[in-house]
């Protein structure tokens, strides 16, 4: 019997676990290959991805190092897109700026 891995398209699946708000937002990341998919620049966005592979990309002035746990089936809750990867370097309170300004 032979082990198959599941595979999915790169831009699909940064949009399904919610990366990016658009399909074609997330191409635009790994066409301007900005992209590394296990150390290698990516550039192309129907590159296929599954579990075990690890993506760094820059996302809101940060850069994101994730590894994929699954391929995923559809864009769900955040809760269901959270399940899809494990995050390798998670942003501190320190570097996230808070959203609104302090309540006096």
Sequence with gaps: MTDVRKAIRIDKWLWQARFFKTRSLAAGVVSGGRLRLNGARMAKPG???GAGDVLVFPQGGHIRTIRILAPGTRRGPAEEARALY???A?????SVAPMGGQAE
Excluded: G, K, T, Y
Aim: charged share 35%; net charge negative; proline share 9%.
């Design 86 to 88: 494990d995050d390798l």
């Design 90 to 94: 998670p942003l501190s309170q320190d």
């Design 47 to 49: 590159r296929a991805v």
